[in-house]
């Protein structure tokens, strides 16, 4: 089993552009998460999806943050412009029944 | 809203030393989670409690949930510089739907050797 796969592993963009982070949760996985982590705020939440349908996007600060989940096998969060505050690791989870797994996840700097 | 602490946030141990981090939630919890990151790496399962009061081993760490189901801790004993990494603790209530997990703020671990 490969885990939950993200990439990329590292992001450099200047403020402005547009973001787009990948996701793979693990087969047969019906819940996958997105988290963002940064040494002032911690872990959040950011959304999750059960069977593909957004079940919870509270946590998505602004209205340029976006995320799909177009099938079972792939998922994408997008900051569309990106800002300097922006910049953090942001994790992707899958999960079955209660444990999460997450993936490697992508540190973004945004410049 | 929905707020799970630890203590203490940053926790410096001899290796051989035991290590002990506190979980508290300001609501009751249906149950517990806790999760290691190594740093640089991600948050990895540990374990889940359930039950009130339940207390599980893993080799040299003890877990704790308690009688309230509004606590919890998780126990080192004689600390290993393989122990270095942040712990955190995560819980679900009946309120937060199927699969939603709060995760708390973390106790990061250094052990000298």
């Known amino acids: 089993d490969a885990g939950v796969i993200q990439s990329p592993r590292h992001e450099v963009t200047e403020m402005g552009q547009e973001v787009t982070l990948r996701c793979k949760p693990i087969?047969?996985?019906?819940?996958l998460f997105w988290y963002r982590q940064t040494m002032m705020r911690g872990l959040e939440l950011l959304i999750y999806f059960n069977n593909n349908v957004p079940i919870d996007d509270s946590g998505m600060p602004e209205d340029r943050f976006s995320a799909k989940m177009p099938n079972a096998s792939f998922s994408t969060l997008k900051i569309q412009p990106s800002e300097p505050r922006d910049s953090a690791v942001y994790f992707c989870?899958?999960?079955?029944?209660?444990?999460?797994?997450f993936g490697s996840g992508t540190r973004l700097t945004v410049v | 809203g929905q707020q799970v602490m630890q203590i203490p946030q940053y926790q410096h141990v001899q290796e051989g030393e035991d290590f002990t981090t506190y979980c508290n939630s300001s609501t009751t919890l249906s149950n517990i989670q806790w999760y290691k990151q190594r740093p640089g790496g991600h948050p990895v399962f540990l374990i889940q409690?359930?039950?009130?009061?339940e207390v599980k081993k893993q080799k040299r760490l003890t877990f704790q949930f308690g009688e309230a189901k509004k606590n919890s801790s998780l126990h080192i004993t004689a600390t290993q510089t393989t122990d270095v990494g942040t712990y955190f603790c995560a819980g679900r209530t009946s309120q937060t739907g199927a699969n939603n997990l709060f995760f708390g703020t973390g106790t990061r671990l250094t052990v000298i050797p």
């Open positions: 989870a899958s999960s079955l029944s209660y444990g999460y797994t």
């Open positions: 087969s047969g996985h019906d819940y």
């Open positions: 409690l359930v039950k009130s009061g």
